[in-house]
């Protein structure tokens, strides 16, 4: 990036695709569509590389990434993967699913890949363009959210321009993000329990019904601040829109720009007939609105905690908790 002040931005064809893949190559930064939101593409291998990850989004260094690959046999090159977490690798994989599992010690991946913890996240990403890349380069990516650290994720081209403008080598313009919020990333400890380290989403006891067996339904707990960071996402302040937020309002204040769910009808509107899919890809977009707005504050309606509900209040509690 020596010299460059604005980053280019390029449509997710077959030319773009391959300018991105000589962009990695070389360890430079990409910004990728995924399924769940734009990630920040650097190859994984490469302690500079990853490096300038964290310098981009501003990034604390104890907050590890997300290694993306191609399938589970690739996967299984950089973190050990048996049992449960095996089975939902090949069955799940595609998607947006990611499994933290014990790092390999020749995975040949850049130390601050992981933080300097002994496991990796990693998954294998669906969205098109995502998958296409990763064809085209003999490396896995580590590719966080493409935004500035704590701020509002990208589900958009325009949303990674906004915050890394000059700051990155590409932005790969393949449309907005069908599933609007970041994987689910499941944890399982050698005693069997999952842990749900962020929601997404991926509903896990649906999983249990589905490969295990559903009689026998496993215990899956929430992620203990004891346990400490062990996968991106977990920061108590995140995805932040730069304004105070006040949660499960029923109507704006004068001077609040109010996001609407349902019946509650806002400036900026998650989903009019109460649809949390569609409220979940619509989330950033509602927020990234609410930030450019004028109004000094924002309020957001009530989102039940239905599916992947689940995953939109996990980030409207994180927007809403200040920065300390």
Known sequence: MSGKNVTDMVLADAAGIARAARILESGGLVAVPTETVYGLAARADSADAVAKI???KGRPDVNPLIVHVRDAAQAERFGEFSGAARRLAEREWPGPLTLVVPRRGDSGLAPAVTAGLPTIAIRAPQHPVMRALLQAVNFPLAAPSANRSGFISPT?????????????DLVLDGGPCEDGVESTILLIDTAGVWYELRPGPIWLPALNDIHFDPHKPVEIRRAKEERGIEAPG?????YAPGKPVRLDASEAEPDEFLIGF???EGDCTLSASGDVDEAAARLYACLHEAARAAHPRIAVAPVPEAGVGRAI?????????PAS
């Open 313 to 321: 209040n996990d980030r409207l509690r994180r927007a809403a908790t």
């Open 262 to 264: 349902g019946a509650i």
């Open 234 to 238: 977990q920061l108590a302040s995140h």
């Open 54 to 56: 964290y310098a981009a």
């Open 156 to 168: 958009c081209a325009e949303h990674v321009l906004a915050s890394l403008d000059g700051r990155i």
